[in-house]
Structures are given as C-alpha cells and as structure tokens.
C-alpha cells in the first residue's frame, strides 16, 4: 500500500515557476515508477510526465518538453515536478500517481506510463492556477 500526498500547488502569474512534490508513505516507493497527470475543468486527465524506479529515465507529453522536469528523491519517499514558463493552459488540478515498474523499450515504456489505468495508487491533487 502506498500514500501519496501533493503539495505545492497554487496561483502563478504566466511565466512563472512552480514546484510540486508528491511524498509517499511506505517503503515500498522504490518499486514504483511515478508519474504526473492532470486534468482542466471539462477535459479529461492527460498524462504529463513519468519517470522509472531509479529516475534512470523519463517520459514527457509533448506539450510541457523542456518546460517541465519531473525527478524523484527515492531516500525520501518524493517525487517531484518543476514546471517552469508557465501558461494559463497549464491550468489544472495536478495529480502524482504510482504504476508497476516495467521493463521495455522507450515506445512501449512510454505508451505505458501515458495510460492512466495502469496506475494503482493515486493523490488528492493540487489544483495548479495560471494567471495571465
């Protein structure tokens, strides 16, 4: 059993930079890859970042590359995503969530982690607002 609680969202003029962390309870966090969702008032979750067990790898949707950077700290329970020059369309209740770890290659790594329903443990969500 894992627990995952978010913390840093908030309200950030356009531009701006955020931080959110995801801390973990169990010890079982190292057996997970992480990964980031969120979802805009009258639109469906999407997938915006994942990162594997060691933070060997990482998967980003196309439209946050090079503006967010998902990491994770496995000695402290946490996962963490930077985002940074944000935009209004970032907007969106963000969500940490946990998914069996696999082993493959980066097509069908990516294609996993971007489904949500390989998830099985999944935060509050933190409600991230973009001013403009």
């Known amino acids: 059993q894992v627990q995952l609680v978010e913390s840093g969202g908030g309200l950030v003029q356009a531009g701006g930079s955020l931080i959110l962390s995801c801390a973990a309870s169990g010890r079982t966090f190292s057996n997970y890859a992480m990964g980031w969702f969120r979802q805009a008032p009258g639109k469906e979750r999407e997938f915006v970042a994942a990162?594997?067990?060691?933070?060997?790898?990482?998967y980003y949707t196309d439209s946050v590359k090079g503006r967010f950077t998902i990491s994770r700290d496995n000695a402290k329970n946490t996962v963490y995503l930077q985002i940074n020059s944000l935009k209004p369309e970032d907007t969106a209740v963000y969500y940490c969530?946990?998914?069996?770890?696999?082993?493959?290659?980066?097509?069908?790594?990516?294609?996993?982690?971007?489904?949500?329903?390989?998830?099985?443990?999944w935060s509050q969500g933190t409600q991230v607002t973009v001013s403009s």
């Open positions: 969530a946990a998914a069996p770890a696999i082993y493959s290659d980066y097509e069908n790594s990516y294609k996993y982690y971007e489904n949500s329903y390989n998830y099985v443990y």
């Open positions: 990162i594997t067990r060691s933070g060997g790898s990482t």
